[in-house]
């Protein structure tokens, strides 16, 4: 029976070291991370989400901003906003939550983020940065992953890695983050033939792909680390949602070594390093050395 990789608590360890340093910092250096989430339009999902980002924000010490604009809001206008937001001083980390409606161009909004406060790691600066190994922002859940492989597995070199999924937010800064920890990466997808027998090569196999329970405990190596970024609602019989992985969990609870939960395994650690981010943000924008708070 596999080991449960409980996301939850680890998160909640990580927020509360966070919120350590950040008191350290504010006494020592007079400096408070601030972080500025922009929502374009009022998708109740999205409205959920950066609700929480600014409640775990304030629990741990940073300043919160948040800017809740109407739909109608031009591309222009929205360009103005985070122009106003790279100039503010008290702000060292930018997040505009996807997506954006559709008359908004996702790529010229992420990429007027300055790089310096590109929390989430997707200015195509911090992209080339993670992909090239130097430092820079790495996207918020491949970044929850590997500390939850690393603590669990200590040293990843060597390992023969399987991604499945090929996302610019996971797949593929997973894989980049993978090859820098010496690990023998695969990146597969729906589309990969003979997916089954690639999956069973992993030693670390990332399922990102978003197809609900599409990978069986069949398709898993005995003793693998499993690592499940899937988030799909489905319906069973009786018409009660539920929230499942991309991995059939119970079938991979026999066959894998240690296994992420849906829920409760990847999705709290976004958040969390989130904040991680931010704060080295601060640091960073400051001079100022970054506590290590893995």
């Known amino acids: 029976m596999a080991i449960i990789i409980d996301g939850k608590v680890f998160s909640e360890s990580l927020r509360k070291k966070i919120q350590k340093v950040t008191a350290s910092l504010k006494d020592q ?21 950066v609700r929480n980002k600014g409640r775990r924000a304030d629990k741990a010490g940073f300043n919160s901003f948040q800017y809740k604009l109407p739909v109608t ?10 122009g106003q937001l790279n100039q503010d001083s008290q702000v060292h980390g930018i997040l505009v939550q996807l997506p954006l409606p559709d008359h908004i ?10 790089p ?3 929390v989430d790691g997707f200015h195509y600066e911090n992209v080339g940065r993670l992909v090239t190994g130097e430092e820079g922002y790495v996207p918020c859940t491949p ?10 597995l200590g040293n990843l070199s060597g390992l023969n890695a399987v991604v499945v999924g090929r996302s610019n937010i996971v797949g593929k800064p997973m894989a980049a983050l993978l090859l820098k920890e010496s690990c023998t990466v695969t990146i597969a997808h729906s589309r ?25 405990g069949e398709w898993i190596k005995p003793g693998a680390t499993i690592i499940d970024v899937g988030i799909n609602r489905v319906y069973d019989a009786q018409g009660n ?44 924008l400051n001079d100022v050395p970054v506590a290590r708070i893995e």
Do not use: W
């Not at 161009?105 to 300055?114: L, M, R, Y």
């Not at 033939?193 to 599409?214: F, H, Q, S, T």
């Open 192 to 216: 990969t033939r003979n997916l089954a027998d690639v999956c069973r090569r992993a030693d670390i196999l990332v399922a990102a792909v978003g197809r609900p329970e599409m990978i069986p």
């Open 105 to 114: 161009a996702e790529s010229k909004v992420i990429n007027a983020i300055h």
């Open 29 to 49: 250096q007079g400096i408070k991370p601030g972080l500025a989430a922009v929502l374009v339009g009022a998708d109740p999902a999205s409205e959920v989400y």
């Open 116 to 118: 310096e406060k590109d």
């Open 73 to 82: 809001t031009t591309e222009d206008e929205l360009l103005s906003l985070i």
């Open 241 to 284: 949602k539920r929230l499942v992985g991309d991995v059939d969990f119970e079938s991979a609870l026999k066959v894998a070594g240690a296994i992420t939960p849906v829920p409760g395994g990847v999705g709290p650690m976004t958040i969390a390093c989130l904040l991680h981010n931010t704060y080295v943000a601060a640091c960073r």
């Open 143 to 152: 970044l929850g992953c590997l500390m939850l492989l690393k603590h669990h």
